[in-house]
């Protein structure tokens, strides 16, 4: 299953993004395993906000309001989004934005596997990060996840195995420890790690064939775009990419932009109103325009990641591979409560070069495939002929 994200949602928080301009649900999905199921491209695209921007005064004016009266600005301003409607809008304690951004470097608490649920249920691991609390205990992919501090997880969402490694009842941070039940085969044992801070790779680069260099994305962190760049720079000069994108659920704009970069040479990326002023976002120039590119989605290919794919297939850039993508095109901005918390509010929506509105709608690739598309990707690369050569 594809869809993984290195770091997970915040504690009592819906879906959300932070810092100024991150197009994401970076938080949609799991942490400590890094993992979710199907949640996300089951989940309904969000509904436009009527009139982007409208709701700040109203949250605004419920935290002050709840200040003055001596009650909680958080508590006031969760009410208000929750009456706005707005699904990507979200409110954060200061804990809770600083963990969001440290997820925005790379870096969470958990320990140190991936997980999928199978259709009978089980919670299966697809991947243990090494020199994690998990390889230090011995477990191995393809090992059964059976309990969590004595809570069978089978038939969970991901996401609620996820909120019991992570501890988030108990606010349990990094040295805590967490009872793990394990099955290989017909062998079942418990294990006790303590959960660690940890930092992932959210670009990955592998070699599919001689002449297949793919480019895995699995969350546009900091520092992911300049990660991308320097493989396109480095990768031989024969090789065509295929820039994996499936189960991308978004990220630093800033970052996807730079990703861009890599294969254009400078021009228009999105465009993007912030409360009716309309903004444009451009690639840098220099990029590899010749290198022939497949870029790959799914439903779990969300909000910068979605940005990424439509300036590349608008621009003529690269082939899109696979299924219609989630459909997330909001902008959300922070801004500080009273009590310091924070409010990630809708401010506005994006679109591609051709103008393009991705809210709602997703990005239609140009060959649908579902769980063939890796070697549909590979088949379609290849007809696209030698660098420079199209």
């Given amino acids: 299953m594809s869809g993984r994200v290195p770091f997970g949602q915040p504690r009592r928080i819906r879906h959300g993004a932070a810092l100024t301009l991150v197009f994401a649900s970076v938080l949609v999905a799991g942490a400590a395993t890094g993992s979710f199921d199907g949640a996300v491209r089951d989940s309904a695209a969000a509904a436009p906000v009527d009139r982007p921007g409208e709701h700040d005064e109203d949250v605004a004016k419920a935290a002050a309001k709840a200040m003055a009266d001596g009650k909680s600005p958080m508590e006031a301003a969760e009410r208000a989004v929750s009456r706005s409607g707005d699904r990507w809008s979200a409110v954060y304690s200061q804990g809770e934005f600083q963990e969001f951004q440290e997820a925005l470097d790379g870096q969470y608490t958990g320990v140190g596997l991936s997980a999928r649920r199978e259709r009978d249920g089980r919670i299966e691991v697809t991947r243990v990060q090494p020199g994690s609390p998990a390889s230090a205990a011995g477990i191995r992919t393809g090992d059964r996840l059976r309990s969590v501090d004595g809570e069978d997880v089978d038939g969970r969402p991901v996401t609620e195995v996820v909120s019991l490694l992570r501890g988030d009842a108990d606010d349990a941070p990094a040295g805590t420890r967490v009872r793990l039940g394990i099955q290989r085969g017909s062998r079942t044992w418990d294990r006790v790690v303590r959960r660690a801070r940890l930092s ?44 994996d994108l499936r189960g991308n659920s978004g990220g630093l704009v800033t970052e996807a932009v730079t990703a861009a970069s890599a294969f254009l040479d400078g021009g228009l990326v999105a465009t993007y109103d912030v409360k009716g002023d309309q903004r444009a976002l451009h690639a840098e120039p220099g990029g590899d325009t010749t290198r022939p590119l497949v870029a790959l989605v799914d439903g779990g290919t ?34 500080r409560l009273p009590d310091g918390s924070v409010a990630e509010l809708t401010v506005g929506h994006y679109r591609t070069p051709s103008g393009r509105g991705v809210d709602g709608r997703g990005i239609t690739p140009d060959l649908e495939a579902d769980g063939d598309a890796l070697k549909r990707a590979e088949t379609v690369l290849s007809g696209l002929g030698e660098p420079g050569r199209r």
Wanted: no cysteine.
């Fill in 200 to 243: 992932t790779d959210s670009v990955t680069v592998r070699r599919l064939t001689g002449r297949v260099l793919v480019i895995r994305i699995a969350a546009f962190t900091r520092g992911a775009g300049d990660v991308v760049r320097h493989a396109v720079d480095t990768a031989p000069r024969d090789a065509g990419i295929i820039l």
């Fill in 302 to 335: 969300m909000s910068a990641a979605e940005l990424l794919t439509g300036a590349l297939q608008d621009r003529g850039r690269a082939v899109v591979v696979g299924s219609r993508t989630f459909g997330k095109g909001s902008v959300q901005m922070p801004s």
